[in-house]
């Protein structure tokens, strides 16, 4: 079975310039998750889908971030302008349902540096 | 929501059974304890999880006291490989995933 795909695995930009990133997840599987993870931290859940909707984005700073998943399966995070501050790795999952219940599949992340 | 306490992080060497115990003191009656793994430059991984008493599969075993207001997540004869960071998840199926959050996780070292 295919794991969740996620590229670039790497990015590097300046701060203002903007940047965006693919998912795509496990064939099936409705939930789809961005999370971002700051080096020392645990992942931090930006935004969740269910199918091509949006079930959370409360955490997603909407002045600068957006997301979408358009046709309820891939999904693409968009950055516009960068900061410093915006430099993590950006983690994309997804679940059968978003039941907690469910296992969380992840892909292996963009690591995105901004300078 | 539960909040959970775990250690920031644990030493081992090669061939020792490594316990680390998560506390959840709020834990609600239809919680469920979930484990995920990390390694660097990877995703979190699933562990296992549970709601009472004990699972084993073939990673790990967790135990959870009959108060649910701890469990503990053993690794019996960790390897260099199992060197990662652990995390302890605490939610309710009927919850969103939105509504949890990863803590900063136990590091685990294991040398040689």
């Not at chain 1, 999370?35 to 002045?63: R, T």
């Not at chain 1, 960068?82 to 969380?104: H, M, P």
Request: proline share 5%; aromatic share 10%.
């Amino acid at each position: 079975e295919a794991g969740v795909a996620q590229s670039p695995r790497y990015k590097i930009i300046e701060k203002r310039q903007s940047v965006a990133f693919w998912c795509n997840p496990i064939s099936g599987h409705a939930t789809l998750y961005w999370y971002q993870q700051i080096l020392g931290q645990g992942p931090k859940l930006l935004i969740q889908f269910q199918n091509n909707g949006v079930v959370d984005d409360s955490q997603l700073p909407k002045d600068r971030f957006s997301a979408e998943r358009l046709k309820g399966v891939d999904s693409t995070l968009k950055i516009q302008p960068a900061k410093l501050e915006d430099s993590a790795v950006y983690l994309c999952a997804s679940s059968q349902t978003r039941r907690t219940g469910e296992k969380l599949f992840f892909g292996s992340g963009t690591q995105l540096s901004v300078l | 929501l539960a909040k959970t306490t775990q250690p920031i992080s644990m030493d081992s060497y090669e061939g020792q059974e490594v316990n680390i115990t998560c506390s959840h003191n709020n834990i609600a009656t239809n919680d469920y304890i979930t484990w995920y793994q990390q390694f660097p430059s990877q995703g979190p991984r699933f562990i296992i999880q549970g709601y009472k008493t004990k699972v084993t599969n073939e990673v790990a075993s967790l135990f959870i006291p009959a108060d649910r207001k701890s469990s503990t997540l053993s690794l019996p004869r960790v390897s260099l490989s199992d060197t990662a960071v652990y995390y302890c998840l605490v939610g309710a199926s009927t919850d969103s995933w939105g509504k949890l959050q990863f803590g900063a996780g136990t590091q685990v070292v294991v040398t040689p």
